[in-house]
Structure formats: structure tokens, C-alpha cells
T-cell receptor, first 113, second 114 residues
Framework: DAKTTQPTSMDCAEGRAANLPCNHS???????VYWYRQIHSQGPQYIIH???NNETNEMASLIITEDRKSSTLILPHATLRDTAVYYC??????????????FGAGTILRVKS | KAGVTQTPRYLIKTRGQQVTLSCSPI?????VSWYQQTPGQGLQFLFE???????NKGNFPGRFSGRQFSNSRSEMNVSTLELGDSALYLC?????????????FGDGTRLSIL
């Protein structure tokens, strides 16, 4: 089962910041928080990941609370092309666990003009 | 840099047949994972290969199998196809499969079983 809880859907006005929350209250010290998104009929697209510190890249910012029990993905200026399903995933960082990602249902983000 | 390439993009088979799907990872990536996506079950992990060895396996029957070649390319095979195997099959690659190395997905093979 997925170790994260996300809202089922959210709406955002075009040009405004989209803030997508994720709860991962049982996260362990060696687990990373990953965000992916999936646009219809395409494979999931990697957005960003982090362990403890806030992270920013050309696509988004990731804010992780100090206790690491929740995080927020921020798309600073949402466009219509950002309409997608957004997945928050907690990923174990052990060699034996390998590359297994456990996806939940995600959040459907609708950006509206 | 080319992304993850999956072939074919679409495939139609009938019950009882078998199918082989192919995945070419990003150049330099040695870990390849496979996922199944259906409307009912969502995205589910099938298995992962690293250096030609299966490192992790999801909860799927033995009809689902895979392999990885020395050039890191991977194939997955489904035998004795069932209607419920209709799905989008996704392949993802990463450098070594370590926790801080993101996986990058292809656009999948859509398999329809008649």
C-alpha cells in the first residue's frame, strides 16, 4: 500500500501557484519523497525529490516540513499544460529495495483559464 | 539525450497467446523497472532488473517474467494472456536504482486482449 495521502482533486487558476499537499506521517529516516505527474496517455514524468531539505528545480519546488510528516509541491505559475495527475511517493533508499515505487491514486490537478 | 523507448506502442492479442514487450533505457542507466497500469488497480510494480539480475519483484503471477541484456535493454513477457492483462505497461530506468536517483519512464505499451 502507498504510504502517502493526497487530496483526490484540486483546481488552480492559470498563472497562479499550484500548491499540492501530501501527507506521509509514517515516513522513515532513510525514505525520500518523490513527486511524479502523469498527463493522459503518457508515462509518469519525474518532477522533483527530497530527503529533508527543501528543493527547487526548473519545474517546481518541494517543501518538506521539519518533522518530515508532510510535504507540498509548488508549481509557481501553473499553465494549462500542467493539468495532470500528480503522485507523491515515499521511496525507501536501500540497495536491496531497489527501484520499487508504490503509487497511490494521486491528485488530479485541473488548471483553468 | 534520448529518453526511455518502449516498443511497440500498441498491441492487440487474443486470450491464451503470449507477448513480449521491449524497453531501451536511457544511455548509461543500468536499472530497469516495469509497471502495469489499469483503471482499476492504478500503477503497480512488476519487477526490476539491475546488471541482468532481478533485484525486486511485485505481486504478480509467474506468467509475467522479464529479463535484462548486457546492454541494459530489457524485455518482459506475458504468457497465456487473460482479458485482465489488458493494460498500459510502463518501463522506467535509472542509473543504479539507488534511493536518490530518480526513475524516468517511457510512454508505455498499450496491450489489449480480445
Amino acid at each position: 500500500d502507498a504510504k502517502t495521502t493526497q487530496p483526490t482533486s484540486m483546481d488552480c487558476a492559470e498563472g497562479r501557484a499550484a500548491n499540492l499537499p501530501c501527507n506521509h506521517s509514517t515516513i522513515s529516516g532513510n525514505e525520500y519523497v518523490y513527486w511524479y505527474r502523469q498527463i493522459h496517455s503518457q508515462g509518469p514524468q519525474y518532477i522533483i525529490h527530497g530527503l529533508k531539505n527543501n528543493e527547487t528545480n526548473e519545474m517546481a519546488s518541494l517543501i518538506i516540513t521539519e518533522d518530515r510528516k508532510s510535504s507540498t509541491l509548488i508549481l509557481p505559475h501553473a499553465t494549462l499544460r500542467d493539468t495532470a495527475v500528480y503522485y507523491c511517493i515515499v521511496r525507501v533508499a536501500s540497495w536491496e529495495y531497489g527501484n520499487k515505487l508504490v503509487f497511490g491514486a494521486g491528485t488530479i490537478l485541473r488548471v483553468k483559464s | 539525450k534520448a529518453g526511455v523507448t518502449q516498443t511497440p506502442r500498441y498491441l492487440i492479442k487474443t486470450r491464451g497467446q503470449q507477448v513480449t514487450l521491449s524497453c531501451s533505457p536511457i544511455s548509461g542507466h543500468r536499472s530497469v523497472s516495469w509497471y502495469q497500469q489499469t483503471p482499476g488497480q492504478g500503477l503497480q510494480f512488476l519487477f526490476e532488473y539491475f546488471s541482468e539480475t532481478q533485484r525486486n519483484k511485485g505481486n504478480f503471477p509467474g506468467r509475467f517474467s522479464g529479463r535484462q541484456f548486457s546492454n541494459s535493454r530489457s524485455e518482459m513477457n506475458v504468457s497465456t494472456l487473460e482479458l485482465g492483462d489488458s493494460a498500459l505497461y510502463l518501463c522506467a530506468s535509472s542509473l543504479q536504482g539507488l534511493g536518490n536517483q530518480p526513475q524516468h519512464f517511457g510512454d508505455g505499451t498499450r496491450l489489449s486482449i480480445l
